[in-house]
DNA sequence: AATGAATGAGCATTCATTCAT
DNA sequence: TATGAATGAATGCTCATTCAT
């Protein structure tokens, strides 16, 4: 007779477990080669199941893309929020966010490809579903900022909109080009790059 | 710099007209569904051709895009250049780069998408293909930074290199921005927001 | 009449009872869908079991269908024999045998369409497994009828085969338009309108 | 500029053509495996095309099967309503149209078993698309059977559509018998057999 | 050069069946 | 007996590319 006591734990482990395993393959597969060029039998093949098993857990292959993304961003973005909740000064929230940005996407190489590149290649992606959770980071970002200029540590006569942007748009570009190139190198350190230029600017004090 | 003058015969320039207009017709067509999602025969219908006739202009769909690519990147270069040569301060022509970029892309919606939404879907075209293109567009900017760096009209502390990639990750993240956005605005005028925060940085003199 | 009083052990009261909630299930779901359209797993959902269980009855989901048909046949044909041996006119015979007919279907309306309309979907089927039911079938009432030409009710100068066939055809197609049609009528009555034609012909006495 | 003047008929005949073949094809290839067997492989196979060119012509599999229908009823019914329109009494009319029914079918027995026992297996079909057509043909008999009342050859206690439905139930099983049967007969003379009853009734004029 | 019908490899998805529990 | 997660073969359909005209 199963699934009585903790036969039922072992089975949701196990459920919980494929699901996992099966994204995990995904993202590796989706870095390789790209999501129009994966088969769902890459995916399975990868995640040592048979190909009608993904579907058990996804409805479509396009449903794993999305899953990827709605789970790393709520992953990401309720991170964050925790970290920052315990900093006082705005511009140490900054200097946090740029760090955990670059933290988090050099520590997996993979899901940094997936989404540096791949949730890009699709319009329909990034006009559907980027929305809620790209806009929610920009606005943490924007909210800190704005904090920050009530608090007298950031100039006044900056669009907060904007500078949030030109934050991401550094440490995406950042993370861009570590995936893109052929030297290995730690993401991390460039978070402190991007702050002192964003911070101090790139112009002299005397200019 | 094709086209100048009379130098073509009819026939010539009926050729470049039918390349011209399949180029167009694609990037209009990646534009609205991106790369994986349009058919060749799409591309076809907007140009108002039959789909074999594709083919003696391109030798396969992936080429058109990367043709899109070049051709794009190879004028915006030179011409890029060309305006930058006439330009002294070092810092001014960091101010032309980042104007000339958001014009050129904002003059050119769906090129604007095809460049910022599918080149980047393929890893195999951001690895194989980008690397000319963008690295020297890159290093057109940390020129520019290093030359302001011995003028003294830029902090000597900085990487150039990163630098470079902080502003292009800005002024791109504009665009996407602007892409994404369901509301039309000018991008040009950003460029001016971004050199603020660029140049001066965003903490208070005081700070 | 299975399952009266109380020789059955509480078991094998079990058994006997899930092989027929299954084929009772199979029967609605095959009406509703068809039988290539139907699942088994639609067929387990209907039964309110597991997926799996249903191989513990049957073999395959073929087999369900072949039951189906094997049930009903011999069930319909042992209570019809029954019935004809207490009646000694062969007008008589036949006049029940059409009742029957109708009565049987029109009593179950999912049993009739399965009957109609899914059974005579499979080549297959209709060669291999219709033959003996419906040729004894139709033998029933090739014999009345024989039986009626000999007791000088019926005319001698028709085919006694032909004749079957065509009281069946036609007590068929009123089965067949009863499924087809949007209105809920009695199929019942329609017995009568089948024999008066059958019995009389069509054509005024005159003529 | 090709396709000028003839050569215009001349794809016009390959494409109409090749339709045709695809029909036949399918039609070969529905009765020998039944349409749920039936792989589109097969029916390109059997009208030595390529897989795809079907789908230059047929949106789908289903569509196949509505366009052998379709196309078939339209023919078989305008061909009987013009050989009826030639005749003035209703009793030959039916006698027409019993031929009729039984030489078409008679003469192509793949086009037979599509009719008879594919077409029912669908009972989306049977609802969706028979409606027209069937509903159609059995109207050509009553509206015969009803003039036949008028013109004082038919019985006038007799419900017309009841009746058109018996004569085409009757024919119906004909042909159904006809295919299933192992023996190789002329279906054609059995209309004279089935209008005998149809006509006169199988009881004697003593009874 | 231009056409567009034909091709056929390629792939996401379904579902009858099995089997470890 | 009963379960239902796992399997993997099977197939309808797409679309980049070719080629006869």
Known sequence: MPRSGRSKTYTRNTIADKYEIILRAAI???????????????????????????YLYFKSKEEILHSIFDRMMTE?????????AEIEEADKKIERIAQLHLEKLGSDRDLAVVFQVQLRGSTKFMREFSAAGFA??????KKAFEE???????????NATVCAKILYGALDEM??????????????????????????????KTA
């Not at 597969?29 to 039998?41: D, I, L």
């Open 76 to 84: 990401f973005i309720s991170e964050g929020k925790k970290e920052l």
């Open 136 to 141: 929610e980071y920009l606005d943490i970002i």
């Open 28 to 54: 590796k597969v989706f870095a390789r080669k790209g999501y129009f060029n994966s088969k769902v039998a890459d995916i399975a093949k990868k995640a040592k199941i048979a190909d009608g098993t993904v």
């Open 175 to 204: 993370v861009t080009n570590w995936i893109l190139s052929k030297k290995r190198y730690d993401l991390t350190p460039l978070a402190d790059e991007v702050l002192k230029v964003f911070f101090g600017g790139v112009k002299t």
């Open 148 to 158: 920050g200029q009530k608090q007298g540590v950031f100039r006044k006569d900056i």
